[in-house]
């Protein structure tokens, strides 16, 4: 299905159910068969790792903290020397960063956070239970022994487990792999994902009427991109089968995921699958009970997987987050997350036809009494604008058989913002 040919909803909605097609979880099965996790590793230092997925379980090659220290500002002392006393001398000054040193007998030696507990220093008496004169510190409160002190290994012991395996290093974990001295780790290869359009409608820059800009491709490339891949924009395609499977040729050495838009519904431009089997690939599925995005394909092609998206633009957006994002966290090693895993209710009143599950925009506007979000649900299920998106917070899901949603009712949706998560 090409966008020229779709002014209003998907055209592929218009067609009557068929029980070949897959349920939106077949489908996902059906995808995630055709990839595998990728093995290639390679090290990186913690300045490329954001993004990436760790290749094996990262241990602490030493306890943390390294050395006792001081977990207050205040002033180290020895507690047998505070019997009968209320004030100590001061000899001295230790701050983070500084050499180990000894406390002498019968002083106090002032100390900030972090510094390195001063030999012989059973407590550090925080700054407000003393007063500072300078050459000598009162103690207003007697302190027990270990206090304030932050001991060597208290926090984690050599060889921790800090990450696991397969996972995708964010900033948080990349200031955990600094604090342990870590400066370079083993992680995976980035999926290689290929990215085309077809139709001869579709053109980049000056166009003559009866031509649109091509909206699938850069919106995937950024999606791909967004989700850790590294991307290659093939171009645009025409309403050709054999250029389609010329183009096809050989290139699957190069790529994990090859991604299309367009030509893979039941028109008679829609070549799609044709020039996959031509150039040697396989389908393994077609056609899925979902709203927008019906005509979804799953194949092979060599070594590579190669997912046939629609080509109305909102229809695009929903296949890449059912289908595609959870094939790339497979390639990456991880496990691919629900796609709503958020619940929420809705604050509309909906009547749709059943029969295929459904995804559209949605806006939170408020929160139940219950803490649920409310969602206001955006655009009239037209798979060929991308309007809705603009003002949309995530995307919600109705499944196959609802067929009346009332304000108040249960729904589940993925919000843009989920977890750091793609949108």
């Known amino acids: 299905m090409h966008m020229a040919r779709v002014t209003g909803g998907c055209g592929c909605d218009s067609l009557s159910?068929?029980?070949?097609?897959?349920?939106?979880?077949?489908?996902?099965?059906?995808?995630?068969?055709?990839?595998?996790?990728?093995?290639?590793?390679?090290?990186?230092?913690?300045?490329?790792?954001?993004?990436?997925?760790?290749?094996?379980?990262?241990?602490a090659p030493e306890a943390m903290p390294f050395f006792d220290n001081s977990a207050m500002d205040g002033f180290a002392?020895?507690?047998?020397?505070?019997?009968?006393?209320?004030?100590?001398?001061?000899?001295?000054?230790?701050a983070a960063g500084d050499a180990p040193i000894t406390l002498p007998e019968g002083t106090a030696l002032r100390i900030f956070t972090g510094a390195p507990l001063p030999a012989g220093a059973d407590a550090v008496v925080m700054i407000e239970a003393c007063v500072d004169k300078t050459h000598k510190v009162h103690i207003e409160r007697a302190p027990a022994l270990g206090d304030n002190i932050r001991r060597a290994g208290s926090d984690q012991a050599a060889g921790q487990q800090l990450l696991l395996a397969g996972t995708r290093i964010a900033a948080h974990h990349i200031g955990l792999l600094a604090a342990n001295g870590i400066e370079r780790i083993n992680v995976t290869r980035r999926p290689r994902v290929a990215v085309f359009s077809t139709g001869d409608e579709l053109r980049s820059g000056v166009r003559t009427?009866?031509?649109?800009?091509?909206?699938?491709?850069?919106?995937?490339?950024?999606?791909?991109?967004?989700?850790?891949?590294?991307t290659t924009d093939l171009g645009i395609l025409p309403d050709d089968a054999a250029a389609t499977a010329?183009?096809?040729?050989?290139?699957?050495?190069?790529?994990?995921?090859?991604?299309?838009?367009?030509?893979?519904?039941m028109g008679g431009k829609d070549h799609i699958r044709d020039a996959l089997t031509a150039a040697g690939g396989t389908v393994h599925g077609w056609r899925v009970e979902l709203k927008?995005?019906?005509p979804v394909m799953f194949g092979t092609l060599g070594s590579a997987a190669f997912t046939g998206l629609p080509g109305n633009p909102f229809?695009?957006?929903?296949?890449?987050?059912?289908?595609?994002?959870?094939?790339?966290?497979?390639?990456?090693?991880?496990?691919?997350?629900?796609?709503?895993p958020v619940p929420a209710v809705a604050g509309f009143d909906w009547t749709r036809k059943p029969g295929r599950a459904e995804v559209f925009p949605v806006r939170l506007v408020a929160y139940?009494?219950?803490?649920?979000?409310?969602?206001?649900?955006?655009?009239?299920?037209?798979?060929?604008?991308?309007?809705?998106l603009g003002?949309?917070?995530?995307?919600?899901?109705?499944?196959?058989?609802?067929?009346e949603i009332t304000t108040g009712a249960r729904l589940f949706w993925r919000p843009f913002c989920h977890n750091g998560d793609v949108s």
């Open 292 to 294: 927008p995005g019906k």
């Open 77 to 94: 002392v020895r507690v047998a020397d505070l019997e009968g006393r209320c004030c100590l001398p001061i000899a001295g000054t230790v």
């Open 246 to 265: 010329a183009a096809l040729d050989g290139i699957c050495e190069h790529y994990d995921l090859i991604l299309s838009s367009g030509a893979v519904s």
């Open 17 to 59: 159910h068929s029980a070949d097609m897959m349920s939106v979880p077949d489908a996902l099965d059906r995808a995630l068969a055709q990839v595998a996790p990728i093995t290639d590793t390679r090290s990186v230092s913690l300045a490329d790792a954001l993004g990436r997925t760790t290749a094996k379980a990262v241990a």
């Open 391 to 403: 003002t949309a917070d995530g995307l919600a899901i109705v499944p196959a058989g609802t067929t």
């Open 315 to 340: 229809a695009v957006h929903v296949g890449f987050h059912m289908f595609v994002l959870p094939q790339i966290m497979r390639l990456m090693g991880i496990e691919a997350k629900p796609f709503a």
């Open 368 to 388: 139940d009494e219950q803490g649920l979000p409310v969602l206001q649900r955006l655009g009239q299920s037209v798979s060929a604008t991308l309007l809705p």
């Open 209 to 230: 009427l009866g031509q649109i800009p091509d909206a699938n491709r850069p919106m995937l490339l950024a999606l791909a991109q967004q989700a850790g891949t590294e």
